[in-house]
């Protein structure tokens, strides 16, 4: 099995304390953009510099923490992007994912326990073109179909995940929900150096943009400056940890897919993303033999989790024709490297 393919069972969750857990939100959410981010963070818990170290350096040996990094919108960016459904030969499966996930544009590869059996995400640079690397899958053997799905509305896009909650009883939307969908913009050449340097994980150290702004040529206060101009302007989401879900303990990876009319598909996907526990909700085209065109990832604890989430969406909306897709092996997960 390689390093990126993991199955669901054998992902064993890691002992974290009240102060790991309220660490992992804030890394999540809130991680500053100053000289000395893990001094603030410190801080703020009311611990030295130095066990902030200790706790981060120890999540991400146990593989909780995957990286530490600027986390870009690939639209605003200027990328184009699809998620892509094949039904494949259930016996060759792991040979197709595998030779799939080597391309440097595919991010996210999964197997999942549907006909449709593998789903990966592609994103190709502002002069790429999807169909034409798609089509260098379509002819592996083993590959049955295929159908690419793009994003032809995006309500949400944004995992976080609460540490610090359980799966809800009740599940309920979020009152401060905003939709984040914004329109590519053009970027300086300077500017681009700039997300090269700032997609790398930063290394655990008291003034990690230091190291940075040297490469860079910048001052340390300008390259910060210039994460905060790319937040406000809508290029960077956020500078974050991103968790390796199944060794945080949200085991159930499910993808809720709705068969919505198409004059309601605006209204119930505002609905649906509005949910703390969706993590992505898009729009995407139907085929005749996927009538599913609303999307909307949930990452939870357990399967009953993203079932109850499914239903409650259901009820609030009045859509009945859904199916959660569970995730069954992981293949890749990574982020998509830009302009490299």
């Known amino acids: 099995m390689s390093e990126t393919t993991r199955t669901q069972e054998n992902i064993q969750e890691f002992a974290l304390d009240l102060l790991d857990k309220k ?9 500053p953009l100053v000289a000395k981010p893990f001094e603030a963070i410190g801080e703020g818990f009311q611990i030295s510099e130095e066990q902030v170290f200790e706790r981060i350096l ?5 593989g909780i923490i995957r990286q530490i990094n600027a986390i870009f919108d690939t639209r605003r960016l200027g990328y184009k992007s699809s998620l892509v459904a094949m039904a494949v030969d259930e016996s060759m499966i792991d040979i197709v994912a595998n030779k799939i996930s080597e391309h440097p544009g595919v991010s996210h590869n999964y197997k999942r326990d549907h006909e449709f059996n593998l789903w990966f995400t592609l994103a190709v640079p502002p002069n790429g073109n999807i169909q034409q690397e798609v089509a260098k899958f379509t002819s592996l053997k083993g590959v049955i179909r295929c159908r690419l799905l793009p994003t032809q509305k995006l309500f949400k896009i944004g ?13 309920a939307p979020d009152e401060d929900f905003k939709e984040n969908s914004q329109p590519p913009v053009k970027l300086q050449e300077r500017e681009i150096e700039i997300i090269r340097e700032m997609q790398e994980d930063i290394e655990v150290i008291s003034r990690p943009f230091e190291k940075m702004s040297e490469r860079l040529g910048l001052r340390e206060e300008d390259l910060l400056e210039k994460m905060k101009e790319f937040q406000e302007r809508g290029i960077m989401r956020r500078f974050a940890a991103i968790l390796r879900h199944q060794k945080a303990g ?4 499910g993808m809720i897919t709705w068969k919505v009319p198409p004059e309601r598909v605006e209204e119930v996907g505002m609905v649906a993303a509005s949910f703390s526990q969706v993590s992505h909700c898009y729009q995407r085209p139907v085929y005749p033999d996927w009538q599913y065109n609303l999307f909307s990832m949930v990452h939870a604890r357990s399967k009953e989790g ?3 989430i499914a239903e409650e969406i259901s009820k609030r909306t009045g859509i009945q024709d859904y199916a959660i897709l569970y995730s ?12 490299t």
């Open 23 to 31: 660490l992992l939100n804030l890394l999540q959410w809130d991680f």
């Open 58 to 62: 120890r999540l991400k040996q146990s």
């Open 159 to 171: 995992v976080k995940l609460d540490m610090l909650k359980n799966d809800p009883q009740n599940p």
């Open 250 to 253: 949200f085991k159930a990876n």
């Open 306 to 308: 993203c079932e109850k």
């Open 328 to 339: 069954t092996k992981e293949y890749k997960k990574e982020r998509v490297r830009y302009f």
